[in-house]
């Protein structure tokens, strides 16, 4: 910004003292004469500073904060901050300090016309992926149209874009829900997996249970067999060792029911010729099931 500035010696102008930070514009009743940099500097005649006055400017590196509200490709009002960085060029000091009247509100205008024309075009999520375009965009404009005016721009970031509350809340909770989805799908997927596994378990054991009841049973056939024909020089034909298997089966359920206290009571026939009858049962249904499959 610029001010009004007085000469190191009271009630002249002759001289003035200019800070490093600092350019001074002198000026003759008014119109612009030269320059003056930093030091100690002999302005010219001057009688109770009516003759010389003068000017300053900074030349330090100002940042100006604009906030620009506008709209998304998908109907989204957001508010895009952008910081732009400017100085003045030390060659074009005369420029900065008479050509604009605030050169603020003039980098205002220039990235609000920018940023309201870029955002437009793209969705939400674009104008978050793309702010580094914007950013690009708008140091071009401004380079473009400040150099004119004896200003340098060195960045312009936009370094935020806030959405509505409204929108906000919405896209944490979009976000939340899908969090939730996927969670409750992962928890579906290992319980389908707990499941698989413990039939793949269970198939298995009945498996290796079969084999061993079938290892058992050929153990006991086999101990029978020898326990009665050992001496005699026989030998057993099937249907004998189908019925010692059953007898060994009927013998071994009904220990089951005794072992087992929350049993129901079951009535069986126990006897010897009991056993004979189920055994000629069974025999005479393998017999027809297997005449039958001959016919």
């Not at 009271?10 to 003056?36: I, R």
């Not at 936009?158 to 989805?181: G, Y």
């Not at 707990?194 to 079938?214: F, H, M, N, P, T």
């Amino acid at each position: 910004m610029q001010q009004v500035e007085r000469g190191c010696l009271p009630c002249t102008n002759c001289f003035a003292t200019v800070p490093q930070d600092k350019w001074y514009a002198v000026e003759n009743f008014g119109k612009f004469s030269h320059m003056l940099g930093p030091g100690l500097s002999f302005a010219g005649p001057d009688c109770c500073g009516c003759c010389i006055t003068f000017r300053s400017i900074t030349s330090r590196v100002e940042q100006n904060n604009v906030n620009v509200q506008t709209k998304t490709k998908d109907n989204v009002f957001v508010t895009a901050r952008v910081a732009v960085q400017q100085s003045v060029r030390p060659d074009n000091a005369v420029d900065a300090m008479y050509k604009l009247a605030n050169v603020h509100a003039q980098i205002d205008s220039y990235v609000s016309d920018v940023v309201r024309s870029s955002v437009p075009h793209m969705t939400l999520d674009e104008s978050f992926e793309k702010k580094d375009d914007i950013s690009n965009a708008v140091q071009k404009k401004l380079e473009e149209q400040m150099t004119a005016y004896g200003f340098q721009i060195h960045k312009a970031l936009v370094t935020e874009l806030v959405p509505n509350a409204e929108v906000v809340q919405s896209m944490n909770e979009i976000n939340k829900q899908k969090r939730l989805r996927d969670a409750a799908i992962m928890a579906a997927e290992a319980e389908k997996v707990r499941v698989v596994k413990a039939a793949e378990a269970a198939a298995d054991a009945s498996q290796l249970q079969g084999e061993g009841i079938a290892r058992q049973r050929r153990a006991i056939v086999d101990g029978l067999r020898e326990s009665i024909t050992h001496g005699t020089g026989e030998s057993l034909n099937t249907d004998k060792i189908s019925e010692l298997l059953l007898i060994t089966q009927y013998f071994e359920t009904l220990r089951d029911i005794a072992a087992n206290s929350k049993a129901q009571t079951v009535f069986l026939p126990h006897s010897a010729s009991a056993v004979a009858d189920v055994a000629s049962q069974v025999r005479n249904g393998i017999m027809q099931a297997g005449a039958g499959g001959r016919m």
